[in-house]
């Protein structure tokens, strides 16, 4: 029995590690999936006011025709950058959400072993409970 126990302890600390590894990989795909977000509104946005500015045609002269140009131009420049980054935001997040379900099977798998070696444990008490009881009945019985 001691050997169960034994194994029945480093299993259950285990599952623990498990439980700490699986709630890190669920925040930091918490985290990855929120900077995806952000970086899409932030595209959607950059491109409504792109959008808005395009539009204008108040322009008296060439000067402030090249400011609006350059404004633009500046606003396009933040607009692949962004969309450069929230691809790489949208990477990063779906590799974390695999690390997640990685790190739930895992702790899975830790779980089913933990239960296997309580169920052996069981069986090896029953089973000695058992010899005890017969070896009783056998003495019980010659007297």
Same mark, same amino acid.
């Given at each position: 029995?001691?050997? &169960? ?13 498990? *439980? ?10 918490? *985290?990855?999936?929120?900077? &995806? ?40 420049a933040i607009m692949r950058d962004t969309r ?27 779980? *089913? ?31």
């Amino acid at each position: 029995m001691d050997r &169960h126990k034994r194994r029945i302890a480093l299993l259950g600390r285990l599952v623990q590690l498990r *439980e700490v590894e699986r709630r890190h990989a669920a925040s930091s795909a918490a *985290e990855a999936q929120g900077a &995806h977000g952000k970086l899409q509104q932030l595209y959607t946005r950059s491109g409504e006011i792109a959008a808005s500015h395009a539009a204008r045609s108040d322009a008296g002269n060439g000067a402030e025709l090249a400011g609006q140009l350059g404004f633009l131009s500046g606003l396009n420049a933040i607009m692949r950058d962004t969309r450069k980054a929230e691809a790489e935001a949208a990477l990063a997040a779906e590799r974390a959400l695999l690390r997640l379900r990685e790190a739930d099977r895992r702790r899975e798998r830790v779980s *089913e072993r933990l239960g296997e070696e309580r169920r052996a444990a069981d069986r090896t008490n029953l089973a000695k409970e058992s010899a005890a009881s017969a070896i009783l009945a056998r003495k019980l019985k010659g007297r």
